[in-house]
C-alpha cells in the first residue's frame, strides 16, 4: 500500500473507492460508519485501540465502533492484539482472510519503549505445528515478541 495522500478530491474519490472494494471483498456490507473506520486504520499506519479510533471518530459512538470492529475481524478485514495486557489493539489484515478463517497467524512485536504493537508479517509459525487431537478446538494462535522497534533503535 503507498502513501496516501488526503489533500485532493481525486485521491479522496480513489480512498473511499478502496474502501468499498475492500469491504465487498470480505462480504461487508459498506456503511458509513464501516468506510470511516476503515479509512482511519489505513491512513493512521499503526495499529489502534478502540479508544484511540473513538477520539479520532469523535463524537461517533462506541458502541458502534466496537460492533464495526468486531464486524471486521468476523469478515477477515482484522483481527484484534492483546499483546500488551492493557487492552486490544485492532490490525489490518495482510489480505488473503476472509469470514471462514483468518491466514495471518503472524507474531506481534511490543516495543518496550515506545509502546506501539506491530505486525511481523515477515514472520510465518513455520515451527509450530497445530495439535493432531479433536479435544482442542483452536481459535487463534497468539506470539507476543517484546524488545525495541526499528523506529526507536533509530533514535538511540
Ligand atoms: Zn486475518
Ligand atoms: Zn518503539
Ligand atoms: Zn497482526
Same mark, same amino acid.
Given at each position: 500500500?503507498?502513501?496516501?495522500?488526503?489533500?485532493?478530491?481525486?485521491?479522496?474519490?480513489?480512498?473511499?473507492?478502496?474502501?468499498?472494494?475492500?469491504?465487498?471483498?470480505?462480504?461487508?456490507?459498506?456503511?458509513?460508519?464501516?468506510?470511516?473506520?476503515?479509512?482511519?486504520?489505513?491512513?493512521?499506519?499503526?495499529?489502534?485501540?478502540?479508544?484511540?479510533?473513538?477520539?479520532?471518530?469523535?463524537?461517533?459512538?462506541?458502541?458502534?465502533?466496537?460492533?464495526?470492529?468486531?464486524?471486521?475481524?468476523?469478515?477477515?478485514?482484522?483481527?484484534?492484539?492483546?499483546?500488551?495486557?492493557?487492552?486490544?489493539?485492532?490490525?489490518?489484515?495482510?489480505?488473503?482472510?476472509?469470514?471462514?478463517?483468518?491466514?495471518?497467524?503472524?507474531?506481534?512485536?511490543?516495543?518496550?519503549?515506545?509502546?506501539?504493537?506491530?505486525?511481523?508479517?515477515?514472520?510465518?509459525?513455520?515451527?509450530?505445528? @497445530?495439535?493432531?487431537?479433536?479435544?482442542?478446538?483452536?481459535? @487463534?494462535?497468539?506470539?507476543?515478541? @517484546?524488545?525495541?522497534?526499528?523506529?526507536?533503535?533509530?533514535?538511540?
Amino acid at each position: 500500500m503507498g502513501h496516501v495522500i488526503n489533500n485532493s478530491q481525486s485521491n479522496n474519490y480513489s480512498m473511499n473507492s478502496n474502501i468499498i472494494k475492500l469491504l465487498e471483498h470480505n462480504d461487508v456490507k459498506p456503511t458509513p460508519m464501516r468506510m470511516l473506520v476503515l479509512e482511519q486504520m489505513i491512513t493512521q499506519h499503526r495499529n489502534l485501540s478502540l479508544t484511540e479510533i473513538e477520539n479520532l471518530l469523535y463524537p461517533a459512538d462506541r458502541v458502534t465502533i466496537y460492533r464495526t470492529l468486531q464486524t471486521f475481524v468476523k469478515n477477515g478485514i482484522a483481527h484484534s492484539i492483546d499483546a500488551a495486557g492493557s487492552g486490544s489493539v485492532y490490525a489490518l489484515c495482510p489480505g488473503g482472510c476472509s469470514h471462514e478463517a483468518h491466514k495471518d497467524e503472524h507474531p506481534h512485536f511490543v516495543c518496550e519503549n515506545c509502546k506501539k504493537i506491530s505486525c511481523c508479517t515477515d514472520f510465518v509459525f513455520s515451527f509450530l505445528q @497445530k495439535p493432531n487431537t479433536p479435544k482442542y478446538v483452536i481459535y @487463534k494462535i497468539e506470539m507476543t515478541i @517484546k524488545g525495541i522497534c526499528p523506529e526507536c533503535t533509530a533514535k538511540q
